[in-house]
């Protein structure tokens, strides 16, 4: 590289440190020291490799960067400007009331792609994007920023693993080892070699570098784009807050504004004005896409019995055949959760993830980025391991899909370790998230199409054992809706069910009909947003709410219930499960956790 290129990248790293400690100072706060470490890595990248159209940050054709250290975010920043797409007045702004730029970048900028800052995501997002450019044969590089702290995160494993086993050459991690983290020492220093076995391991190719010497950052940058059938780590040896005695390699610095950022920006030699002109991508890429059809969902005779984790596998099958955009992700299990159809039926767009459930939802957040609408598919019990990349992709306002089937204690005789009993709960919380819980199979296919096109992260949840079918074929189940399946002017109660509770719910109403007691049944297939208009009617008529699932009572369909009908202040009784289940047969497992139709009719008797 001619010595002219040296001295323009030293002056860029100096000042996006500069900017870095700027911005930290008008805001008192942010990471400044953690960004100073990556400025050269990051002025080489800008100004030689990255391929982006600032104005056009949708174009397929463009290079990802994912800050996986997200709390470096002054650094992002103060690429941005470097670049023209943000201004020094919007830099200052940092961490400010309304301001785009938060401590941890997020996607109310359109050049972010994911939110970041939960440590360890980074790189399994990437090789979700990577995944994706590999389907759509699109030549795009994934670039990962990651600070050397979170390689103590199992997901970077789970993500290295996948990568090097599908030999994803367009995802290159950049790491930058600046051996101190929040609160000292990482657990392995500056020992470069210690991290390159590890990757090597994993079928990485490793490159170890000093990450401030901008020559050897070009020569690794160039390495990892040109290298074939395998990804590239780049262990980059730096220094914490490098550039400024005061922080320079010293622990208790991390996470602070500089104690005197003016003197700092002098010792870096005073702001600068350097603009980097960004390298477009070299032309327009078309993806690769499939093509696509009618939509015919699989249907089903009323009082056949069918398990809905089965026909959700048929009509995603149908899904695929009618939209090439829909692609899938299992977590080796799809012969349970009965994915194993869209397998069958389209085998190009099934990616097995095998047992590494945040990879997984990792993977499918990615593949969302570049256009995909991914099902990520496992048992119901196994998504609580990936609940903070689900809580991050509500963050990231990803709208990827979550199908956890195995649900509740009616699974049987495989014990409490399977049984998804918190799921719901789960799911609720995300920020904009969609809970959907069908009883039946022509209303699981319905819902399973219906997710397609909904925004947020959406989650269905299906059931392991046959169950009536109650419903025609064809019939539609809005996202939020209800279905009243039992009322009369005389009903003294509302029994509020969802999935297989529905059927003890119904079975409970005949056995009070009986004895000449009336309650009303409501299918309530759609947890969140739940349909609270109807609950309020049923409250207001009747004055009594009984709610059974097959959930543990907090924060499950009872609670969804209460939080919709609290203003009005009717009763509401909440049937589920309490007790730690063990091994049975599924009638005696909602006997045992009193939520079959048995414990409803009692529950009915002592409201009464």
Sequence with gaps: MPEHDLQFLSELAAQL??????????????????????????????????????????????????????HASPLLYSLFKAAGAISDEELLTFRQHGSRLEGHPSTRLPWVDVATGSLGQGLPVGVGMAMAGRLERVPQHVWVLSGDSELAEGSVWEAAEHAGSEGLSNITLIVDVNRLGQRGPTRHGWDLGAYARRFGAFGWHTVEIDGHDPGQIDFALSDARNTRRRPTVILAKTRKGAGVVEVENREGAHGKALKEPEQAIAELGGPRSLTVEVRRPAGRAEPYRFGGGELALPEFKIGDEVATRTAFGEALAALG??????????????????????????????????????????????????????????????????????????????????VGSHAGVSIGADGPSQMGLEDLAMMRAVHGGIVLYPCDANQAAALTAEMADLSGVAYLRTTRGATPVIYPPGERFPVGGSRVLRHSPSDRATIVAAGITVHEALAAADLLAKEGIGVGVLDMYSIKPIDAAALMEAATTTGNLITVEDHRPEGGLGDAVLDAVSELGPRVVKLAVRGLPGSATPGEQLSDARIDRHAVVAAVKRLL
């Design 321 to 402: 055949t009618a939209r090439g955009d829909v692609v899938v992700l299992d977590g080796e299990v799809a012969d349970s959760t009965k994915a194993e159809a869209f397998a069958t039926a389209h085998p190009e767009r099934f990616f097995q993830m095998y047992i590494a459930e945040q990879q997984l939802v990792a993977a499918a957040v990615g593949m969302r980025v570049r256009g995909w609408v991914p099902y990520a598919v496992t048992f119901a019990a196994f998504l609580t391991r990936a609940y903070d990349f689900i809580r991050m992709a509500g963050v990231s306002q990803s709208p990827i899909r979550l």
């Design 17 to 70: 440190r500069v900017d870095s400690v700027r911005a930290s100072a008008a805001a008192g706060s942010g990471h400044p020291t953690s960004s100073m470490s990556a400025a050269d890595l990051m002025a080489v990248l800008f100004s030689c490799h990255l391929h982006y159209d600032f104005s056009r940050p949708d174009d397929p054709a463009n290079d990802h960067l994912i800050f996986s250290k997200g």
